[in-house]
């Protein structure tokens, strides 16, 4: 089917093309009634303006949307600094849109398209899946690119982190101290890079010739409460089953078993070591200072602008690798040791 064009729009919401015009440049002369049935138009026949070449033709710098889960993310500075080097160099904007965990992003991606702001999208996905209808809106010429993809699997362009290798690295560096019995805080278990990080933990004890124990890989979700109560679940165990270490999620998850452990009259790391996961600012902060896999968030921003701007500009190369996984680094700081003597 050819793409539609505004004349077809206009035709189908029984208007001008002027007005359809005015929708997608966003002007206050339209009403609330008459934006809304453009819109709808748009989405039942997925049209995509091709907004970067209306700036182009205006002589405009352009602007690129971003999508983000929440600008409070601990880890989202990171990413909007990596995006903010490579975009701030070039000659589009960057305008940012939030769409939180409780609903998916079409609401937010229909106000973009019926305002005309952005020529392409970045987007930092998290729970707001499916993605079928920015894949839907890629497919009809709109450039779009995500970051940070939690393991994912998906047709946009993307640019994520090696969660397999990261859990691998935690889970052999345990075993190199001595740890035997690891416990995972694993929160959500049916997300992709959850399973990608267990799956490298287990696989770093199989690798030292110990078997995985099911009973010590608790699953959470993202609740503190939970957090909690399988910590201390785990330190209840009797002596010969307790883990002498615990490998969390993430770095506020790893946060609060520290936190809990501290309450159960337990030293780190003399009785427990704790692996975290992400290395967000806080986890050289806190005391001990966490040992924890670093994600390259500040990377990812900086490949994944650079991936949009070549899709959106016609002299770049478009051979270039549209699915990357960067590498994860374990760094090693105070909440890791030996392991005590079996008792």
Request: glycine letters at 8%.
């Amino acid at each position: 089917m050819a793409k539609l064009t505004i004349r077809d729009i206009a035709q189908l919401s029984g208007l001008s093309k002027s007005t359809v015009s005015l929708v997608l440049n966003d002007s206050p002369k339209v009403d609330p009634e008459t934006r809304r049935r453009v819109v709808e138009v748009m989405r039942r026949h997925n049209y995509v303006p091709n907004f970067a070449a209306t700036a182009l033709a205006k002589g405009d710098t352009g602007l690129i949307g971003m999508i983000v889960p929440g600008l409070t993310w601990r880890l989202m500075a990171n990413i909007n600094y990596g995006v903010a080097t490579v975009v701030e160099n070039s000659k589009y904007e960057i305008v940012l849109f939030t769409s939180t965990n409780e609903r998916d992003y079409d609401g937010v991606v229909d106000r973009i398209l019926s305002s005309g702001l952005s020529a392409g999208l970045l987007v930092v996905t998290h729970d707001q899946q499916p993605l079928d209808r920015l894949a839907e809106l890629h497919r009809g010429g709109l450039p779009i690119v995500l970051i940070d993809t939690l393991g994912a699997d998906n047709e946009l362009p993307s640019v994520g982190a090696d969660n397999y290798a990261g859990g691998l690295a935690a889970g052999r560096h345990l075993t190199e101290f001595g740890h035997r019995r690891i416990a995972g805080i694993l929160g959500p278990t049916d997300d992709p890079y959850v399973q990608q990080r267990l799956r490298g933990l287990r696989d770093a004890l199989t690798a030292a010739g110990v078997r995985p124990d099911p009973a010590l890989e608790a699953e959470t979700g993202f609740e503190q409460r939970l957090i909690r109560e399988r910590t201390r679940e785990l330190m209840a165990l009797p002596p010969g089953r307790r883990p002498t270490a615990i490998f969390a999620f993430q770095d506020s998850a790893a946060f609060t078993v520290l936190d809990e452990l501290a309450e159960c009259g337990l030293r780190v790391p003399e009785d427990v070591s704790v692996v975290g996961f992400d290395d967000i600012d806080a986890a050289s902060n806190v005391r001990p200072a966490l040992t924890t896999v670093r994600q390259p968030f500040i990377e990812m921003g900086r490949r994944a602008a650079r991936l949009l701007l070549a899709s959106l500009d016609p002299t770049e190369d478009a051979t270039a690798e549209q699915h990357l996984v960067l590498p994860t680094e374990l760094i090693v700081r105070d909440s890791t040791g030996a392991a005590p003597p079996v008792g």
